[in-house]
């Protein structure tokens, strides 16, 4: 599998008619192009120079096996399509990618634009500091600059917390997450205000990670999913099939001991991050519910 970071202009304007069709297109097509993230440890990740790793990137390649079944195409080209926080949604309405599944909230103002799946995920936002910052919750932030991601949900409740609690915060939005986590390596930044399991994941993922803390309570609880285009009832079905077959035969729980509680490439840093009550719940009752 390659990354692919252009397509013909033609295959991207075929996906945005009135109603989507995903298993035609990438019938047609041989080929289906999936999403990742390059930071989004350990859902989906570069590793190296190349290939993408984390849980839901291999969740990615289970759909893209099952398309390549229902499609009759044995020989299915798997290509992936690097994405932002701020350009995951264009990218995928456009249909320059098919399918997005790594670290996105699930929420009623993106479901006005795409469709989720079953919430594979809960998190909540909470902060990445330097270890001697002194800082142990928001309200050590009074009047600091703190950095947040450009495009992900966090950005709207920090500001929304800000100004609920009038700390004077200065709120400074970069455009990943990796550039997050420099400004405040650098000193631009205190802290670095994200959902709590990318924030671990940075921390281990970094050459020193006993440097880092994350710390503060989570300001919301928010759900993960999978994202694909609107109006698209098979796709969404085979994607819903896969994944709830996976949380009911305990290929789920497998794949999240693998990545979220063992040592993870790069480093073979663990998380030690346990699955939490909503989720463990979630593998039961299949939920697709958005935060609200």
Known sequence: ???????????????????????????????????????????????????????MVEISEAIAAEVGKVTNKPNLEVRWQAVTSANRIPLLTNGTVDLECGSTTNNSARGKDVQFAINHFYTGTRLLVKKDSGIKNWSDLAGKTVATTTGTTNFQVMRKY??????????????DHGESKLLVESGRAVAFGMDDILLYGLKASDRNPADWDVVGEAL?????????????????????????????????????????????????????????????????????????
């Not at 202009?9 to 041989?30: P, W």
């Not at 800000?162 to 455009?175: S, Y």
């Not at 979630?282 to 519910?289: A, E, F, P, Y």
């Open 1 to 55: 599998m390659k990354k692919m970071f252009l397509i013909p202009l033609a295959l991207a304007l075929g996906a945005t008619g009135a109603a989507a069709d995903t298993l035609k297109k990438v019938a047609d097509s041989n080929r289906i192009t999936l999403a990742y993230r390059e930071a989004s440890v350990p859902f989906s990740y570069l590793a190296g120079p190349e290939k993408p790793v984390g849980m």
């Open 162 to 175: 800000n100004a609920d609690k009038n700390l004077n915060m200065n709120i400074v939005a970069a455009k």
């Open 220 to 292: 919301q609880v928010e759900p993960y999913a999978c994202m694909l285009r609107k109006d698209d009832p098979q796709f969404h079905a085979l994607v819903n099939r896969v994944i709830g077959g996976m949380m009911k035969d305990g290929t789920f729980e497998k794949l999240y001991a693998k990545w979220f509680t063992s040592p993870i490439p790069p480093r073979n840093a663990n998380l030690g991050f346990p699955m939490a009550p909503e989720l463990k719940e979630n593998l039961k009752v299949q939920s697709d519910k958005p935060a609200t």
